[in-house]
T-cell receptor
Framework: EAGVAQSPRYKIIEKRQSVAFWCNPI?????LYWYQQILGQGPKLLIQ????????DSQLPKDRFSAERLKGVDSTLKIQPAKLEDSAVYLC????????????????FGEGSRLTVL | KNQVEQSPQSLIILEGKNCTLQ??????????LRWYKQDTGRGPVSLTI?????NTKSNGRYTATLDADTKQSSLHITASQLSDSASYIC?????????????FGIGTKLQVIP
């Protein structure tokens, strides 16, 4: 089974520029997550989708970050304009049901998109 | 205060030695507790999963234990290998019928040296 696909793997931009990341979850997975992982820290949830609806975006800096999952499959995360503190790895994950409950609920992560803001 | 705290923050051990990583949590009860391994530059990969009623789970040289009374979980790595060098993240999922907010620890960075 194909894993979670993310692109690009690496991106370097200058502050105030914009950037977009793309994620294609595992086929059939209803839930999609975007996490921000700053060097030396654990992943921080930015936004969680259930199909194409937003379940949680409480930690998404909405003045500069936006995300969509229009058809309930793949998703894009955009940052505009970028700040130096946005330098991080952006991880996309998916899970097969609504959340990660029970024995089999698991987050499957992509390889991440590493963003460097200069 | 983070609901999931891990220790130590970093650890260096010799190849072949055993080590134990700790996870203290305040999320209780929970649906499941997972340990993830994250290689440098890669996404996290699940190692073990335990439900609230389980107290041990093994995956090869990795053994996770859970003490619900003290709200602690440990990940024990036996006969470490160079490929075990990675960050190990403890993740707790609270019970809910609908939306569930997964809580991540910041991880323990393990370095295995020859």
């Amino acid at each position: 089974e194909a894993g979670v696909a993310q692109s690009p793997r690496y991106k370097i931009i200058e502050k105030r520029q914009s950037v977009a990341f793309w994620c294609n979850p595992i086929s059939g997975h209803a839930t999609l997550y975007w996490y921000q992982q700053i060097l030396g820290q654990g992943p921080k949830l930015l936004i969680q989708f259930q199909n194409n609806g937003v379940v949680d975006d409480s930690q998404l800096p909405k003045d500069r970050f936006s995300a969509e999952r229009l058809k309930g499959v793949d998703s894009t995360l955009k940052i505009q304009p970028a700040k130096l503190e946005d330098s991080a790895v952006y991880l996309c994950a998916s899970s097969p049901r609504g959340g990660t409950s029970g024995l089999t609920g698991e987050l499957f992560f992509g390889e991440g998109s590493r963003l460097t803001v200069l | 205060k983070n609901q999931v705290e891990q220790s130590p923050q970093s650890l260096i051990i010799l190849e072949g030695k055993n080590c134990t990583l700790q996870c203290n949590y305040t999320v209780s009860p929970f649906s499941n507790l997972r340990w993830y391994k994250q290689d440098t530059g890669r996404g996290p990969v699940s190692l073990t999963i335990m439900t609230f009623s389980e107290n041990t789970k093994s995956n090869g040289r990795y053994t996770a234990t859970l003490d619900a009374d003290t709200k602690q979980s440990s990940l024990h790595i036996t006969a470490s290998q160079l490929s075990d060098s990675a960050s190990y993240i403890c993740v707790v999922t609270p019970p809910s019928r609908g939306y569930q907010k997964v809580t991540f620890g910041i991880g323990t960075k393990l370095q295995v040296i020859p």
